[in-house]
């Protein structure tokens, strides 16, 4: 963006949010689990849906466009970075609230889209409520999560969602059931190409009373099974691709002997062929090329088409 136009911007969010908060071409390796890919234009921490709100008033006003973030654990930022604002919903948007008893037994409780999926599963084991086991080690935001209907380990948030609220880019704020958000496998109606832009500001959450002893053992049943089945020692965003009916990704990449190819600095995992790694100074561009070759190779030997599940966002390098 211009820069007259910048520095308005970055004036009216320093009124808006404290001073910290506020960065000029921030590099988005640091805010995404891959450690890759180009700066923020502008990036601001948000901490409250009503600075968030008036935030975006600031940016229609200037006409500058807008991309939310969680924790970066799903998104590939292209080399050339992200242009105009981004907003990251992080640790002062993370609030989650008491369960409540309701009428029909069932428990319900809010956590605002900032709060991490360990934070809220942590606080319904806590509380000795089951449901939200499978979520532990998902290292996303409860705001990502319910954008990607996250999953694992035969959950996902479809089971475990009542209600999300939203605001839209004009800041008129919507409220939807679970049936009106659309989940199916790693989608939202926040996920579909040509929807409408909206924010997730908090979501509700409706589980069962459990066992608090069991639930925690089968939190620590997951960790161990993440721990010796996926590389989490180097970055990524976790699968690359989605699962194709009725079939595992990673299972079809390593049938075609992909463990291990290379572009750059990134590397199709050797311990889990689902998983694409960031093992050297890898580059968005090594990224989606090797994202493409995989792709390639698979459609030819199995006749499988990959789908990504990350969500790549940004400008090539030298596209502004
Ligand atoms: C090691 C590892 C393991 C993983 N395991 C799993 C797994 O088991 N299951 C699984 O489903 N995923 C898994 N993931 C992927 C990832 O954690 C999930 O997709 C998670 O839900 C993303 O949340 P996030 O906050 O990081 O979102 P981000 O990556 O920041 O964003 C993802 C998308 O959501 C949008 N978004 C984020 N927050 C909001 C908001 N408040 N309002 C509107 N849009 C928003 C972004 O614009 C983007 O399009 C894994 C990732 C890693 C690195």
């Known amino acids: 963006m211009e820069e007259s136009r910048k520095t308005e911007l970055l004036a009216g969010l320093r009124l808006l949010t404290r001073k910290k908060d506020v960065l000029e071409n921030a590099p988005m390796c640091r805010y995404t689990s891959l450690g890759l890919g180009g700066p923020a234009e502008v990036l601001c921490e948000v901490f409250s849906a009503e600075r968030l709100v008036k935030i975006l008033r600031l940016a229609r006003r200037l006409d500058v466009p807008v991309l939310v973030i969680g924790n970066g654990t799903n998104l590939l930022v292209r080399d050339g970075g992200l242009p105009g604002l981004t907003l990251r919903l992080g640790e002062g948007f993370s609030v989650v609230e008491p369960p409540v008893l309701r009428a029909d037994g069932r428990y319900t409780f809010a956590a605002q889209a900032g709060a991490t999926l360990v934070k809220v599963s942590n606080a319904a084991a ?94 620590r049943e997951y960790a161990a099974r993440r721990r010796e089945k996926q590389p989490l020692t180097l970055p990524s965003c976790g699968s690359t691709f989605k699962r194709p009916p009725g079939q595992f990704a990673g299972t079809l990449i390593e049938q075609c002997g992909l463990k291990g190819l290379r572009v750059g600095g990134v590397s199709v995992s050797t311990l889990h062929a689902g998983f694409l790694v960031n093992d050297g100074n890898g ?18 030997k199995t006749g499988v088409a990959l789908e990504p599940e990350v969500r790549v966002v940004g400008e090539e390098l030298g596209a502004a």
Do not use: W
């Not at 479809?158 to 409220?175: A, N, Q």
């Not at 926040?190 to 069991?214: K, Q, R, W």
């Not at 580059?283 to 459609?299: F, G, K, P, W």
């Open 126 to 219: 806590e509380a000795a409520l089951t449901g939200l086991e499978f979520a532990a080690g998902i290292p996303g935001t409860v705001g990502g999560g319910v954008v990607m209907n996250a999953g694992a380990y035969g959950g996902e948030m479809k089971d475990v969602v009542r209600s999300v609220t939203c605001t839209t880019l004009l800041g008129e704020i919507r409220r939807y059931t679970c049936e009106e958000m659309h989940f199916s496998y790693r989608h939202s109606r926040l996920n579909e190409p040509d929807g409408e832009t909206e924010i997730v500001l908090d979501v509700t959450f409706a589980l069962a009373a459990g066992d608090g002893d069991a639930i925690r053992a089968a939190m």
């Open 283 to 300: 580059t968005a561009a090594d990224y989606l090329t090797l994202m493409a070759e995989v792709q390639r190779i698979v459609l030819e």
